[in-house]
């Protein structure tokens, strides 16, 4: 089996989706078939607890996990534009260590 895509899955705040459709279209990311700007976005909740070393301006206490709202953004790529599409996405992401899943796609 050979890979040629990835899907991309990046959990981020719903004002920058936006943003990153408009940047991954420009660079012809988001064709599919016939389509163009195919990209999916869903609402879900997301735990995370910071570590001692991160540096977070978060007035909660280390021992503390934080329920957040957030959005997985969905799409497909090519999996040779993977160090493209990372960058756009660091980009326009307001952390500095986004979490970003590529996920082969077998053909």
Do not use: W
């Not at 936006?18 to 999916?40: K, W």
């Not at 909660?60 to 756009?88: A, D, G, Y």
């Amino acid at each position: 089996m050979k890979i040629n895509f990835v899907k991309v899955e990046v959990l981020m705040a719903e004002e920058y989706i936006s943003d990153l459709r408009e940047q991954l279209h420009e660079h012809g990311f988001l064709h599919y078939g016939n389509q163009d700007n195919v990209l999916s976005y869903t609402k879900y909740k997301h735990y995370s607890r910071p570590l001692e070393l991160a540096s977070l301006d978060m007035s909660l206490p280390i021992e503390s996990e934080c329920l957040q709202t957030i959005h997985k953004v969905e799409f497909r790529c090519m999996i040779h534009q993977i160090e493209k599409v990372k960058k756009i996405i660091h980009d326009i992401h307001p952390n500095d260590h986004p979490v970003i899943y590529f996920i082969p796609i077998l053909d």
